[in-house]
């Protein structure tokens, strides 16, 4: 018997949560556990885009906040690659380091999410913060980071 799939909004919900968690560990060097602890209680309703996100998928958020916590060694240098040397990853906005560390995360070492999948959700949850040009930087550096990580998903 398979498991039933959460709503794909659940996920959405989920991206929107784990980018505010890794804001908030970032900014009040707020401790991991902590965090998620305060977040598996908050993740229905919240605001999503100017409206109700729903229910989140706690699991996926807590799945990408621990890896991208644990893998940030690895994701931070590959993401400053894409960046211009006079912007490291560390001298952005801390809500577009937030998104770029959770969406690198999910292309880099999430394989059964699409990279497309993920490219879009996260220009999407950047639109949920920004007005400016946030989203199109976004774009293009997740983009760019999808087509080395995943050349064969962009093949066709």
């Known amino acids: ?3 039933p799939r959460k709503p794909p909004i659940a996920r959405s919900a989920a991206r929107l ?3 505010q968690a890794l804001y908030q560990m970032d900014i ?3 401790d ?3 965090t998620l602890a305060q977040f598996s209680t908050r993740v229905v309703g919240d605001d999503f885009d100017d409206g109700q996100c729903g229910e989140a998928d706690y699991k996926h958020l807590r799945e990408v906040v621990e890896g991208a916590v644990r893998e940030q060694a690895l994701i931070d240098p590959t993401v400053d690659k894409l960046l211009d040397k006079d912007w ?3 001298r952005l906005d801390a809500t577009v380091r937030a998104i770029l560390r959770a969406a690198a995360f999910e292309i880099m070492f999430k394989e059964n999410v699409p990279a497309r999948v ?3 959700e996260y220009v999407n949850v950047a639109g949920a913060f920004f007005d400016g040009e946030e989203q199109n930087f976004t774009n ?3 983009n760019a980071l999808a087509r080395q990580r995943r050349p064969e998903e962009f093949a066709a």
Request: net charge negative; hydrophobic share 55%; charged share 5%.
């Open 140 to 142: 293009a550096v997740l």
């Open 28 to 30: 009040a060097s707020a």
């Open 32 to 34: 991991l556990g902590e």
């Open 17 to 19: 949560g784990a980018v």
């Open 1 to 3: 018997m398979t498991t």
């Open 118 to 120: 993920a490219i879009n």
């Open 88 to 90: 490291p990853i560390h």
